[in-house]
């Protein structure tokens, strides 16, 4: 029988540590979430495979002519406003709000401030 990792090489399975420190980062964080530890049940939780850009944030650009990057860094459905800024950059109106997510950011050393949380996800 073949295990999770030979099945998809590829994913990454988290340690059942994490299941302890992800619940107390959340107890710490939102006080709904105290004492909740024992309703986890998903003992079997896969990080996956996230692409983060070095300074993880997203980028939003143009890749090669007809090929346009929506790279979200494992921001998820916080992206969702993005969408229409995106459609409307696409159709020939240029986005301010989105030039700072533009590849050319890691060429020009204009990366994001890195974030001095305790928490890996921030």
Request: negative net charge; glycine residues 8%.
């Amino acid at each position: 029988m073949l295990t999770h990792t030979e099945l998809n090489p590829l994913t990454f399975f988290v340690g059942k540590d994490f299941i302890d420190m992800w619940c107390a980062a959340l107890a710490f964080c939102q006080k709904r979430f105290q004492d909740t530890r024992h309703l986890y049940r998903n003992e079997h939780a896969s990080g996956g495979l996230g692409a983060l850009a070095p300074d993880s944030f997203p980028v939003f650009d143009v890749y090669r002519e007809n090929c346009y990057v929506i790279a979200d860094s494992n921001h998820g459905y916080k992206m969702l406003g993005v969408g229409k800024l995106v459609a409307a950059e696409i159709m020939g109106e240029s986005s301010r709000l989105l030039e700072p997510f533009r590849f050319s950011r890691f060429e020009e050393g204009k990366l994001h401030p890195v974030s001095n949380s305790p928490f890996p996800w921030s």
